[in-house]
């Protein structure tokens, strides 16, 4: 999986550690939290490894798919998780931040997903699972780039749902207020909690059983599930 080193990516790979899967942690820049999470799935029983790689570099990548079917020989699950959040206004005079967020969040996860289709559809049945969030539905101020590129993913989800069925599943799970920044002051954690029907923040735990769910549940394609709290809908219950 990409994007596994830490925080919600973390309880991704431990929870399908948890599942007796074996996993895989592609990484970047992070390359102790990719081993002491690896080291975590493996203290649960599993095997696991980590890959270094800069998804947004397409060499990078298919030298990276050969050296997984090289070392590991096939592959049943892939999860994309790996993005550049960061904020970007508009308009704006510098285009590295959105460059950078497209490259990792569509381009990379594109590569990815290309590069290591072949090992997924040798296997009889396969998943794909890509983390969005709920910028898909309501544009983010300040968040220009994060928003379009996580809109891209997830018609990337479905185009790929159609393209690799029926051996590859591909569905996709966007969180809501789940694990919190460390910069978020008292007020700022209420508020998020306000914004949802169940008036409190989630953990990231609930995107890992979603993302288990979309992988165990076989005759579930194209689709996303969101863990958000009922924040995207929170806004009816306010009477009018």
């Known amino acids: 999986m990409t994007g596994g080193a830490h925080r919600v990516g973390k309880a991704i790979a431990l929870d399908l550690a948890r599942a007796g899967a074996d996993v895989i942690i592609l990484y970047n820049r992070s390359g102790d939290e990719a081993a002491m999470t690896a080291q975590e799935a493996q203290a649960l029983g599993v095997k696991a490894a980590t890959v270094q790689c800069d998804i947004s570099d397409l060499q990078a990548v298919r030298t990276m798919s050969l050296d997984m079917r090289a070392r590991f020989g096939r592959l049943s699950v892939l999860v994309n998780s790996a993005d550049w959040f960061t904020q970007h206004p508009f308009p704006t005079e510098s285009y590295d931040d959105w460059h950078r967020t497209i490259d990792v969040g569509v381009h990379g996860t594109f590569y990815v997903s290309n590069e290591l289709a072949p090992l997924l559809l040798e296997q009889p049945q396969a998943a794909i699972i890509n983390i969005v969030d709920l910028s898909v539905w309501h544009a983010w101020p300040n968040f220009t780039a994060h928003a379009v590129a996580k809109s891209a993913l997830l018609a990337l989800t479905r185009q790929l749902a159609l393209e690799l069925a029926p051996s590859v599943r591909v569905n996709a799970v966007a969180p809501g207020p789940v694990l919190p920044p460390p910069r978020y002051t008292e007020q700022r954690l209420q508020q998020s909690s306000d914004r949802t029907l169940l008036k409190r923040w989630g953990e990231a735990e609930d995107v890992a059983h979603a993302v288990r769910?979309?992988?165990?549940?076989?005759?579930?394609?194209?689709?996303?599930?969101?863990?958000?709290?009922?924040?995207?809908?929170?806004?009816?219950?306010?009477p009018s």
């Open 213 to 238: 769910f979309l992988i165990e549940s076989n005759y579930t394609t194209g689709e996303v599930v969101r863990v958000d709290g009922g924040e995207l809908i929170a806004k009816r219950s306010i």
